[in-house]
């Protein structure tokens, strides 16, 4: 019950910022919209599966919760240098707890992100099924590893540091290496290769296979994801635990 309170004091800290409310709503909304433009722009000979809507929808969609990194970051990071949380460590709270208060709202607004997203995609043609649900919960695992990858950063990183990681540094590496901005195949070479070691590019993958419905090739990608996931979480409640002890 306390970590759900810490969780909606978060969550009303994160909506308060109108940057967040543009970065984490709109702004997927208008690289779905920009992508779009392209597609119809492109002459019918030339059209490419990877520009058609059922391939960019999920894909903006992963791109999207890399932002809850930034959130989840600077809101730690922020905590930390005003005491809020040496307040906070005199309850009978365990450092997962603390890290779940912080996880939880992160998880709720990927989602909200994520559904709005495709919400905004059938308005431009895509069909809304029960591969979308599908996709939905593909993005899970990947808004796990974002948030993860915030709250270790908000535990070693001061505010200015985890806006310049999380923000300009992890977004554009989450959009080349995931194959967003262009397809990896135009590409390809030891770029392909070092992407596909990498979890974005399967994080939008699995978005991917799920709309479209081959639910059969989604497991192989998740189980990129989701040991990155894992390990980078671990990593952050270990930090966490640190900060606690320090």
């Not at 009303?12 to 702004?27: H, K, S």
């Not at 599966?49 to 922020?78: D, H, I, N, R, S």
């Not at 990183?157 to 967003?180: D, E, P």
Request: net charge positive; aromatic share 10%; charged share 10%.
């Amino acid at each position: 019950m306390k970590a759900l309170l810490l969780a909606r004091r978060n969550l009303q800290e994160i909506l308060r910022d109108p940057l967040n409310l543009f970065f984490g709503l709109a702004f997927p909304l208008l690289l779905l919209g920009l992508f779009a433009l392209i597609s119809q722009a492109i002459p019918p000979e030339a059209q490419n599966k990877q520009f058609e809507l059922a391939a960019t929808a999920p894909g903006v969609a992963m791109f999207g919760t890399t932002f809850m990194a930034l959130f989840g970051g600077m809101l730690l990071a922020k905590d930390r240098t005003t005491s809020f949380l040496l307040r906070l460590f005199v309850a009978p709270l365990r450092p997962l707890d603390f890290i779940m208060g912080y996880t939880l709202p992160l998880l709720e607004l990927a989602l909200a992100q994520s559904a709005l997203t495709f919400i905004a995609a059938a308005c431009l043609g895509l069909p809304l099924s029960v591969n979308t649900i599908m996709g939905l919960l593909c993005l899970l695992p990947t808004a796990w590893l974002f948030t993860g990858t915030g709250l270790l950063c908000g535990s070693l990183m001061n505010a200015k540091a985890v806006g310049g990681f999380c923000g300009a540094f992890l977004t554009n590496l989450a959009g080349w290496l995931s194959g967003v901005w262009i397809p990896l195949d135009l590409i390809g070479g030891a770029f392909r290769k070092t992407a596909r070691l990498l979890p974005f590019y399967h994080a939008a993958e699995a978005a991917r296979l799920a709309v479209a419905g081959n639910w059969s090739g989604i497991l192989p990608h998740l189980l990129v994801v989701l040991p990155y996931a894992a390990v980078i979480f671990a990593a952050a409640v270990g930090a966490f635990r640190h900060q606690m002890r320090a």
